[in-house]
């Protein structure tokens, strides 16, 4: 007799309990109460409607950092109990993109020197390898995508449509690091966009407002030219240096911002 039989023998006793013998009422043998099966007050569905919503507006920028997150306020706005939106939120905190502050409750996340640093990073660990594996192996068919996407960016621009300039942007890079043949690399590194995308609004919004557009372009630009030639070396250059400009320029918004709320 092996250690796992008594166990599966108790539990064919337990299913031969449970199965409804002539004469038994639907609530079971005599003695033995029914059992209740719990239901879920909402579906998972409605909780992921709620979430996409509000993750959608802090994306677009409709929810800036600091916005506070009323739940009842925002189950009126969407037409839900508050069950859905206490979950999104939670959700939204496990993602970085709200927190807990004392006294105001959930807010969306704010934006911090320090944060912004870190993610930038990472993102240059991340970024410089993705493009130069996506640079060796794009095919000039993708390469061309990237083309059309930067030319996408332009007439974004052109138009002053900030969170368009961003996606186009972000599907530029997207074609040419899934090139790369590593699929972990590129979620790790659309979950990072995700996570800085307050930041990625405060640099393009900025940098427009200021009228310095060719930074926008300059480095994806030379990027698309990388692809099209598969200059894997050329490719995490610009990569690099598109990077560190970013951060740099972001920086120097945030700071301006903090000056002027001081």
Known sequence: MTATEPVTREGERSASRATKRPGESCSGPAGIAPVTVPQKVEPTLLTDQVYS?????????????????????LAAQVGTSVMPVREAIRRLEEAGLAERVPHRGAVVKGLSFAELVHVYDVRLLLEVEAARLGATRITRADAERMKTEFEAMRVAIVEGRVVELLEHDEELLSILYRASDNPLLVNMIR???????AYKIVGARGTLD?????????FQERLVEAALR??????ASVNHDSLVDATDRIRALLEAQHRDQA
């Not at 979950?191 to 995308?197: A, D, G, I």
């Not at 200021?210 to 300059?218: I, Q």
Request: net charge negative; proline share 2%; charged share 25%.
């Open 53 to 73: 919503m509000i993750h959608q507006s802090i994306m677009n920028g409709d929810m800036p950092a600091g916005t506070r997150l009323r739940i009842r306020d």
């Open 210 to 218: 200021s009228g310095d557009v060719e930074s926008l372009v300059v």
């Open 230 to 235: 598969g200059d894997d070396v050329a490719a």
């Open 191 to 197: 979950n990072l966009w995700h996570h800085c995308r």
